[in-house]
């Protein structure tokens, strides 16, 4: 009674939890302000800056092969200006924050949560540009410097753009249908006590073997490589999709049914309208470890028979011992899982809104 008293009502007189989210936000704000650290962010400031007059000012080591010698130098001048951007906009920011209004409490927001992160990094920065191109404490050719990785960024653009395209196609594909399948077959068995019978003992002992085992079988059943690139990122997808939404199925409260068909749901509102909604976060966990197990399988699939994409490209620049280019196809990767992964999560966030306060991810 207590708890239902403290939830706020809407002008029409209905209760809500988002409202009572807003209230606790407000108030989270005023018992803990955002602070932002002026030490921190000055040293990051400063630091970043001095990466850049390193990078301009310490002449390069004398140990560096031509061939590298050539790549930074080129990448100098850029090296060097992203440097003095990521200070300046820092700085900018830093000044922003001391104002008011909504601008300046997102800077203060940004700097307070990431001021050890722009210290952090330039320290890393300063260190790398050190041991590598000014040094060769860390020696060519299995580290390189950041202006040589910049430098196959820019010279490899094209096939770089080309291999993208081609592995975000392979992926998109694969992933759909291991959704798809994974969304269908969880659904029978989380509702099919007898489909369960059949299906979760194989699930249990065909779902966690590695994709790696299956590469040589299914490159032989495939009529081509590229279907059988599909099925291998399928098969990765579907087995934590069936798995968690078989988890979400059979984790709905028997009282949700009881009222639905006290109301006159059939089978398929209690499916759709029922299961479904309630299984969501089970659903979004497994599509969150799918993503990650299908990246794997990608550069797997692309390794072994796909001629195209980022895993042929790492592979390609391997082959060669062209370690720069490899570590500039490695950074496209990540900043391609990254802003996967954080579509996913703003997407789960958009979904599951109404729970945005129960659960943390």
Known sequence: MAVASSVPRLADGTRTVQGAARIHAALEKV????????????????????????????????????????????????????????????????VVSAGHGRLGARAAARLSGGGAWLFGSALWAVFWQLSTAKSQLLSTPYFASPQAILD????????????????????????????????????????????NYWVHPVLMFLGPVPTLAWVPVIFVLFPSAYTGAVFLIAVSVWFPITVLTRAGILSVPRSYYDVTQTLGADRWFLLLRVSLPAALPSILTGAFMALGASFVSLTVAE?????????WYLNWQKGWGDFPGLYAGIVVLVLVCGILLSLLLRLRGWALRWERELTRW
Request: proline share 5%.
């Open 303 to 311: 390794n072994f028979g796909v001629n195209s994409g980022l895993g």
């Open 31 to 94: 018992t803990h302000p955002v602070r932002v650290n002026p030490v921190l962010v000055a040293a990051g400031v400063l630091t970043w800056a001095g990466f850049s007059v390193i990078v301009l000012a310490v002449p390069d080591s004398a140990r560096l092969p031509p061939r590298e010698l050539v790549s930074v130098r080129d990448a100098t001048p850029f090296t060097a200006g992203v440097g003095f951007v990521v200070a300046s906009v820092a700085a900018l920011a830093w």
């Open 152 to 195: 196959h960024l820019w010279t490899d653009r094209g096939i770089l753009a080309e291999s993208l395209g081609n592995s975000l196609k392979l992926l998109a594909a694969g992933f759909f249908l291991g959704l798809v399948a994974g969304l269908a077959t969880g659904l029978v068995i989380g509702w099919s006590q007898v489909a």
